[in-house]
């Protein structure tokens, strides 16, 4: 069987760079053409040493993990230890992920038999059992996924982090939900400058019910006699200018509350100066939160140490 090595040297330094891209992207650390290249260039000579007296000290584990340090030492330098830790064990999921992902799509448009005649005969000119068509596409599809991915994972933690169980007290009814505190959130009574929150309207269906709710909705639209169960909310009313792309009325209505209660990082905020907007479609589609934190309620309020 005849290898090409300097083909093979040429797709292992393509695929060596990609998943140092990658772990850089994913660890956002800054992205240094020069570093990467000569860390990706010592990477793919692992294909002429395996092929030196010295070939099977690369078949050991021990090599390969101080000769993976030495890459990731190029590629990122030292700081300090955790750092280098952190680059050395994400270059390691990276590559494992990627590496996982284009098998798995290998096999996954093979048959049974193509599967057993792979492992029992070698295949293709270079030594290969992964076509060369399906490595340049398919690598480069695993990699946009995993970045995409690990992208998501990052928005969803940082979303996450700012989180916070919410308790609003109206009329003797308290309500409990999953709130966002969203730093972009700058809504204001204009008269007042009281800060508002966002809740989805269907939180108080339960309490006052679905037609007084949508009642209290349609005073912006309509000045119309309104029920006596939706008597009592009226002098809690406030009707706030808002504008939303989707949104066919330029106001939003709003409720006085007789407090809200946030605990968020082990900390309990207690607020009376404070608007309910009440909001009729889904502010999460996953449901992740049902309420809109204004940030200013985090702010000069009285805290105390969660229970």
């Keep these: ?10 797709l292992n330094l393509c695929i060596d760079y990609l998943l140092i891209a990658l772990t850089a992207l994913v ?3 800054p992205f240094v053409q020069m570093r990467f290249l000569v860390a990706a260039v010592f990477a793919s000579l692992v294909v002429f040493f395996m092929f030196t ?5 690369f078949y050991q584990p021990w090599m390969k993990a101080l000769y993976s340090a030495v890459i990731v030492l190029i590629a990122f330098g030292f700081k300090r230890f955790t750092y280098f ?10 590559t494992f992920m990627t590496g996982g992902g284009l098998f798995a799509l290998h096999y996954f448009w093979q048959t049974e038999v193509d599967i057993l005649t792979g492992l029992t005969s070698a295949k293709g000119m270079y030594g290969s059992k992964i076509s060369w068509v399906f490595v340049f596409i398919g690598f480069p599809l695993v990699w946009y996924f995993a970045k995409q991915r690990f992208e998501t994972i990052e928005v969803k933690r940082i979303q ?3 989180l916070a169980s919410i308790d609003i007290v109206i009329e003797g009814y308290t ?5 966002l505190i969203d730093s972009g959130n700058q809504l204001y009574d204009p008269i007042t400058k ?7 309207a269907e939180l108080l269906y339960d309490a006052f019910g679905k037609t007084v709710v949508q009642e209290i909705l349609s005073y912006t639209e309509q000045e119309s006699t309104q029920s006596e169960q939706a008597t009592k909310l009226m002098s809690r009313l406030r009707i706030i200018p808002y504008r939303v792309i989707g949104q066919s009325t330029p106001f939003l209505t709003a409720i006085k509350p007789d407090r809200v209660t946030i605990k968020h990082d082990n900390k309990l905020y207690e607020v009376t100066r404070v608007l309910i907007g009440i909001q009729e479609r889904e502010l999460s589609p996953e449901g992740a939160y049902q309420c809109i934190v204004h940030p200013k309620l985090l702010i000069n309020q009285s805290i105390s140490l969660a229970q």
């Design 1 to 10: 069987m005849t290898l090409y090595l300097d083909v093979i040297w040429f």
């Design 27 to 29: 660890l956002k650390r």
């Design 53 to 57: 007296p010295y070939g099977m000290l």
């Design 85 to 94: 830790i952190q680059g050395l064990l994400m270059f390691y999921f990276v």
């Design 160 to 162: 996450y982090d700012q």
């Design 175 to 179: 309500f409990t939900m999953q709130g």
């Design 194 to 200: 009281v800060p508002v929150m966002i809740i989805e």
